[in-house]
């Protein structure tokens, strides 16, 4: 993560990656999804995530599909190679610490035209979120609950998706609701638009969250949520289902350890994306 990068996300609470897969990379991720598509759940009722925003609604609900990690292979194996991905291990290394751990499994989000957004959310202020939190000490930055987004379609300008609120994840007063609803000051929200391929990582510290869908194409986003290694928000971990855990690499093991110490011989990666000796 060179000086340029660091400064982005130090600002703004996120950086977005290009190109971290190549075209055939994202079809082979595309045509594992494709395979499992009847399992995509789409969220009505009590799961809708726009609460009663008049900006967020939409005529659908956000898809979600989970347990990628745990599909038969070849299905499952561009997912669990995300894991410990080797153009994204130097990024973790610099925004979570070496020992980065896997908090909760990982999960697509897809969204059809029409689908309704998520009310923004983030941890960031007034009090210490210690599981949620962006802290520069010591000439680096801390993070805790990190996400990293894989995109597996274009999302661009007004095609609706995942927005920040740069800045929020320092900020020391809380979202106020109408913001949070996306129905004031829209003028502080970012669009994040980017290229399938391409990485989002953005701490949860910082105010997020989804505006509706409009494009004819489907948003297609694979979501990690990491942690460092002493700390767990989800226990997911205890224990992964022994399908996920089944025919893992060394390297992708490591980043399913529990939380505990690093110094506790804990397996943590080099940059390369392989297990330190
Ligand atoms: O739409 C997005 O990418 C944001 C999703 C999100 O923040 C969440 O599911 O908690």
């Not at 400064?7 to 950086?15: E, H, K, M, P, W």
């Not at 300008?157 to 995942?162: E, H, N, T």
């Amino acid at each position: 993560m060179n000086e340029t990068e660091t400064f982005l996300f130090d600002l703004q609470g996120y950086i977005v990656i290009p190109q971290v897969l190549n075209a055939d990379e994202v079809t082979q991720c595309n045509a594992a999804i494709d395979h499992h598509a009847d399992q995509i759940n789409e969220r009505t009722g009590d799961l809708s995530l726009s609460s009663d925003s008049a900006t967020l609604k939409g005529t659908t609900g956000r898809g979600d599909l989970g347990g990628l990690l745990g599909w038969d292979h070849p299905w499952c194996d561009p997912f669990r190679s995300m894991l410990c991905h080797p153009r994204l291990v130097p990024y973790l290394h610099a925004i979570i610490g070496k020992g980065y751990r896997l908090d909760h499994s990982g999960g697509l989000i897809s969204m059809r035209k029409g689908a309704e957004g998520h009310i923004f959310h983030g941890s960031s202020g007034p009090g210490f979120d210690p599981n949620q939190y962006y802290i520069w000490r010591n000439g680096r930055m801390h993070n805790g609950l990190t996400v990293v987004a894989w995109q597996l379609a274009d999302v661009n300008p007004g095609d609706g998706g995942l927005v920040v609120i740069p800045g929020t994840h320092k900020g020391n007063v809380s979202c106020p609701t109408p913001i949070r609803k996306w129905e004031a000051h829209q003028e502080i929200v970012r669009h994040i638009t980017c290229k399938a391929g391409d990485v989002v990582v953005f701490t949860e510290a910082v105010t997020h969250g989804t505006i509706p869908w409009t494009a004819d194409h489907d948003r297609r986003s694979v979501l990690f949520r990491m942690s460092p290694g002493n700390v767990a928000y989800a226990p997911g971990y205890n224990p992964w289902p022994e399908t996920v855990l089944r025919d893992m690499t060394p390297a992708q093991r490591a980043v399913l350890e529990p939380p505990y110490h690093t110094r506790l011989d804990r397996p943590v990666l080099k940059e390369d994306g392989t297990v330190e000796e």
